[in-house]
């Protein structure tokens, strides 16, 4: 099928407080010219050179999401333009990119991650420890970042039920963390093969790649 015809399938398929993020890692700027094209203009990379190349060549009103690991010496190339940032897992990659932030006159808008599944390879916070993170001083001293949520990644697994409880875990620290700070508003969890689950468990902001623009080589 088409990436437009994907696209308007998935738009439709979900409900109106969830946020498409269309994953075009690895994909030529055609293929995210055709999905804008549909009117989507959310589009997340994992790969800073990728993503700066992307932006400096495509229409400047899209929004740009960073949903790969970031390392800290490379947030200054996407710190002018880069609309939010998913995978925040240390508080010095925080500080960064709150530097960054201002040194571009701007706010960043990020999202903490939180490590649910249970591979040992994939990044972020516990409960604990963003709990403790944004109760802190030093995280309330931080002027250029803004962050709105959190973020999270299943096993690559097809069990459902113990991706659902990994979800429905981020879920109940977002609900608990949420009702402490209002502020936070967004909940990115779910890909191409589990964001249905995702969403029935509360997220707010899915990011699909393959089910919009085909298999990644
Ligand atoms: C690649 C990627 C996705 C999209 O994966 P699909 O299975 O192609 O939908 C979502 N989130 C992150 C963090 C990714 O790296």
Request: with cysteine; glycine share 6%; charged share 20%.
């Amino acid at each position: 099928m088409s990436i437009t015809t994907n696209l308007k399938q998935i738009q439709l398929a979900i409900p109106e407080n969830v946020t498409l993020v269309a994953v075009s890692k690895t994909k030529p700027n055609e293929a995210i010219l055709e999905a804008y094209q549909t009117g989507q203009r959310i589009f997340g990379e994992n790969k800073v050179q990728e993503l700066t190349d992307k932006f400096e060549s495509l229409p400047k009103d899209i929004e740009w999401h960073m949903i790969g690991h970031l390392q800290s010496n490379k947030v200054k190339y996407i710190a002018p333009f880069v609309s939010l940032i998913h995978g925040v897992d240390s508080f010095k990659l925080l500080k960064e990119i709150n530097k960054r932030a201002a040194q571009n006159n701007r706010t960043i808008n990020c999202l903490l991650q939180i490590h649910i599944a249970e591979e040992e390879t994939k990044f972020g916070f516990d409960s604990t420890e963003v709990t403790e993170l944004i109760e802190s001083e030093k995280f309330k001293g931080l002027q250029n970042v803004n962050v709105i949520g959190l973020m999270g990644m299943a096993t690559f697994t097809d069990n459902e039920a113990q991706i659902k409880k990994e979800f429905s875990s981020l879920q109940t620290l977002f609900t608990k963390l949420k009702n402490q700070h209002p502020k936070l508003n967004t909940l990115s969890m779910g890909m191409s093969g589990d964001y249905q689950l995702a969403i029935e468990c509360g997220s707010t902001m899915i990011r699909v790649g393959s089910s919009i623009f085909g298999n990644r080589n």
